[in-house]
């Protein structure tokens, strides 16, 4: 049996938040750090890295280059330690055109059109990429502009013709969707935000990703470390891949069952020492990697609050005090001074809080913080 306060507590020491660390690589690469919107993934870093600068991390991702931002899990931005992209790039790579198509499914309407698998768009992008982009850093559309003038289709009439779908052809379209799955086979990576660009993986780095052993079990073993207790359809929905590609992934770990809020669920055997119980306050951005869990009721029990915490565009900032959801935060900027308005459930420590939001202000580009209550 594994209770919901277990559970909450293990999570919480997986994502580095019961207390905060000293290593920025090790707190990036326990589940990949989300960057949408861009900067996320620096404030997602500050909550688990004692006094850490966005110089720091800046330096991480381009000069030492000891951090990348991949395409990962769910098709999002996500800034992970280089010397374990490829777990969260090729332990996502589709085997098949039943998986590849699920994890562009938005792209059925424009396969169809062309009378193109989901496949050979993937692989014709592939082909593209290294003569498109070679020796140029690229914003993703005018990418899509250059791949859809360099990739060949049976049907070059409809490739070239309007899609709706701003000032795209369908072939600009179909390629730029298929520029997510082509980034899981560690070939391009981003280099640059405001606007984002893009470059050859090998050449940003001056050598190929860092082959990783088993990267598909790998990345179920550090999900079940973040996420766990857990299910293969709860992978599946967390990592954007098709239900079989997640039953198929599981197996290759063969994790212990458990029982969990009256049902069957998975950890890892053997890794459930006694985390240490959370301190303090930290204030998670929108879409961090905890709030990510599918397992949502275990984090804000009553459903109407869960409502306003994950909602279907716009998500607030989360109030972490002592690993319980306590709060919703939202930015508004103006010059040099961040004001932070929090919305409270419960009593918040007025100058931890404060602390907390000065120590964050440099990450929103701020020099000076103001705090308002609700």
């Known amino acids: ?32 750090v989300q960057h949408t919107p861009p900067g996320s993934a620096g404030q997602a870093l500050h909550a688990r890295v004692r006094d850490l600068s966005p110089d720091v991390v800046k330096k991480a991702l381009h000069e ?19 010397a374990d992209a490829a777990v969260f790039t090729t332990g996502l790579k589709p085997c098949d055109e039943e998986s590849t198509l699920h994890f562009i499914r938005g792209a059925a309407e424009h396969l169809d059109a062309l009378g193109l698998t989901a496949s050979e768009a993937v692989e014709r992008t592939l082909e593209a990429l290294p003569e498109v982009l070679d020796g140029r850093e690229l914003t993703k559309d005018e990418l899509g502009v250059a791949l859809a003038d360099q990739v060949r289709v049976r049907k070059p009439g409809k490739w070239n013709e309007p ?13 730029r969707f298929a520029l997510y799955v082509a980034g899981l086979h560690g070939t391009v990576c981003f280099v640059s935000e405001n606007p984002a660009r893009f470059a050859l993986t090998e050449q940003w780095l001056g050598k190929p990703l860092p082959p990783k052993e088993e990267p598909r079990a790998e990345l179920v073993r550090r999900y079940l470390r973040c996420h766990g207790p857990s299910t293969p359809g709860e992978f599946a929905e967390w990592s954007g891949v098709s239900p079989r590609f997640a039953r198929e992934s599981w197996e290759l770990v063969d994790p212990a069952e458990v029982r969990y809020r009256d049902r069957t669920a998975w950890t890892l055997a053997g890794d459930r020492p006694e985390p240490p119980r959370a301190k303090g306050i930290r204030l998670l951005p929108p879409y961090d990697p905890y709030l990510a869990t599918r397992d949502r009721e275990s984090l804000v029990a009553d459903r109407q609050l869960r409502e306003r915490v994950w909602r279907i565009v716009g998500n607030p900032g989360v109030v972490l005090r002592d690993g319980e959801i306590a709060g919703l935060w939202r930015p508004r900027k103006q010059g040099k001074r961040l004001t932070l308005t929090v919305e409270a459930f419960g ?6 809080l404060v602390g907390e939001a000065e120590s964050l202000a440099p990450f929103r580009g701020a020099s000076e913080v103001r705090v308002q209550t609700q």
């Open 347 to 352: 009593e918040l420590d007025a100058n931890e």
């Open 163 to 175: 899609d709706g779908l701003g000032k795209n052809t369908y072939g600009q379209s179909l390629v």
């Open 1 to 32: 049996m594994v209770t919901v306060d277990e559970a909450v507590r293990f999570r919480l020491a997986g994502h580095g938040l019961a207390e905060r660390g000293d290593d920025l690589l090790a707190a990036a690469g326990a589940i990949g």
């Open 64 to 82: 030492d280059k000891s951090l990348i931002q991949v395409w990962s899990v769910r098709g999002a931005p996500h800034v992970v330690p280089t």
